[in-house]
């Protein structure tokens, strides 16, 4: 079983539109993360799910907004496509506070915005 | 702040030889330190970590010491496998209530038969 899954794996879109990427996660973690990759490699998170509550925002524009309805699933929602978002996506997971404190990401998930 | 900074890639090596990824940190406290490994195609995925000062990470013959004297963390293999290539990730862990890791930029190791 696969531990973090995200749907869809590409996404090739236009600039203006709106899209969402799902995570789930089969761990039972009480934690879930976004992160993204450029193309360069650099990998920054964006967001983080604690039981549901947003516990960080790293100061991504509003036209993404994560949502969370239950613990085992985090997605995120792009509004009004731009070419900079172009990057791969990923989804991790975790159970804070645990003593052997590790998070288990996703496959990602490559955007191209055209 | 918190920021991890990693030795500037790509790294070409012929198997078998001696691998180091140079990473430092700078960070308030005492972070716990990691490193991943990302596989092309594929998310990043734990190779090693070291919770304290003077612990030693190690996993799949790779080796990383916490040195909190010179708030570093490299990577070390004394033996690289063609298998070995991808981009590695060093990371530390920031304390306080919102949890989250900081990565360095990664570093893209190629190793050729």
């Known amino acids: 079983d696969t531990a973090v899954s995200q749907t869809p794996k590409y996404l090739v879109t236009q600039m203006g539109n709106d899209k969402s990427i799902k995570c789930e996660q089969n761990?039972?973690?009480?934690?879930m993360y976004w992160y993204k990759q450029d193309s360069k490699k650099f990998l920054k998170i964006m967001f983080s799910?604690?039981?549901?509550?947003?516990?960080i925002n790293e100061t991504v524009p509003n036209r993404f907004s994560p949502k969370s309805p239950d613990k085992a699933h985090l997605n995120l929602h792009i509004n009004s496509l731009e070419l900079g978002d172009s990057a791969v996506y990923f989804c991790?997971?975790?159970?804070?506070?645990?003593?052997?404190?590790?998070?288990?990401f996703g496959p990602g998930t490559r955007l191209t915005v055209t | 702040g918190n920021s991890v900074t990693q030795m500037e890639g790509p790294v070409t090596l012929s198997e078998e030889a001696f691998l180091t990824i140079n990473c430092t940190y700078t960070?308030?406290?005492?972070?716990?330190l990691f490193w991943y490994v990302q596989y092309p195609g594929e998310g990043l995925q734990l190779l090693l970590k070291?919770?304290?000062?003077?612990d030693k990470g190690s996993n799949k013959g790779f080796e990383a010491t916490y040195r909190k004297e010179t708030t570093s963390f490299h990577l070390e293999k004394g033996s690289v496998q063609v298998s070995d290539s991808a981009v590695y990730f060093c990371?530390?862990?920031?304390?306080?209530?919102?949890?989250?890791?900081?990565f360095g930029k990664g570093t893209k190791l190629t190793v050729n038969p």
């Open positions: 990371a530390l862990r920031t304390q306080g209530g919102s949890e989250k890791l900081v």
């Open positions: 761990l039972g973690h009480d934690t």
């Open positions: 799910y604690n039981n549901k509550e947003l516990i």
């Open positions: 991790a997971s975790s159970q804070v506070g645990g003593s052997l404190y590790e998070q288990y």
């Open positions: 960070a308030t406290g005492y972070p716990s």
């Open positions: 070291a919770t304290k000062a003077d």
